[in-house]
T-cell receptor
Framework: GEDVEQSLFLSVREGDSSVINCTYTDSSSTYLYWYKQEPGAGLQLLTYIFSNMDMKQDQRLTVLLNKKDKHLSLRIADTQTGDSAIYFCAETPMDSSYKLIFGSGTRLLVRP | KAGVTQTPRYLIKTRGQQVTLSCSPISGHRSVSWYQQTPGQGLQFLFE???????NKGNFPGRFSGRQFSNSRSEMNVSTLELGDSALYLC???????????FGEGSRLTVL
């Protein structure tokens, strides 16, 4: 089945690292994504990882993929107040490449 | 280059009415997909269109329909509105080279 789960809330202090976790159930997913949504805005793609990769780094962002445990994480280094937003992980199922299955979103609050 | 444009941004309807939402994709993008975002159900895939053809459809009742025009602009329609249809409706267009989805800011529908 298709199901993507995330913890609902994360609070960190400015300058610390944030780690947002996600688990998924479709082992055939080809791509896994992280999106950011700020208040009143649409979704912005932050980064993605192909299913045959273990890690991807892009400036302050590091994505780790554990296919055995179907676990995806997003690490934001040196978190800033502007990083406060809702973060969604999403997968593209193998049998439905034209849609994304989203997690419920993790609200990140960065305290000054 | 203009982003994905959705109209109207906000609208209020009453139960039983119908609504039509519009989405203009980024120039050159031929794939358009629609998502419903609610606090309870999160982000759920509605449908995806390419070259005026629906390629994929989510698990929504027949009251939800869509279409795409020859210029790639898309509309979605919800008939016989219910209170539970209150949501943010997001449209995304897909970059033909990378597959990346670019989201509009959404149309927020309130059903009274």
């Amino acid at each position: 089945g298709e199901d993507v789960e995330q913890s609902l809330f994360l609070s960190v202090r400015e300058g610390d690292s944030s780690v947002i976790n996600c688990t998924y159930t479709d082992s055939s997913s080809t791509y896994l994504y992280w999106y950011k949504q700020e208040p009143g805005a649409g979704l912005q793609l932050l980064t993605y990882i192909f299913s045959n990769m273990d890690m991807k780094q892009d400036q302050r962002l590091t994505v780790l993929l554990n296919k055995k445990d179907k676990h995806l994480s997003l690490r934001i280094a040196d978190t800033q107040t502007g990083d406060s937003a809702i973060y969604f992980c999403a997968e593209t199922p193998m049998d439905s490449s034209y849609k994304l299955i989203f997690g419920s979103g993790t609200r990140l609050l960065v305290r000054p | 280059k203009a982003g994905v444009t959705q109209t109207p941004r906000y609208l209020i309807k009453t139960r039983g009415q119908q609504v039509t939402l519009s989405c203009s994709p980024i120039s050159g993008h031929r794939s358009v997909s629609w998502y419903q975002q609610t606090p309870g159900q999160g982000l759920q895939f509605l449908f995806e269109y390419f070259s005026e053809t629906q390629r994929n459809k989510g698990n929504f009742p027949g009251r939800f329909s869509g279409r795409q025009f020859s210029n790639s602009r898309s509309e979605m329609n919800v008939s016989t509105l219910e209170l539970g249809d209150s949501a943010l409706y997001l449209c995304a267009s897909s970059d033909p080279n990378t597959g990346e989805l670019f989201f509009g800011e959404g149309s927020r529908l309130t059903v009274l």
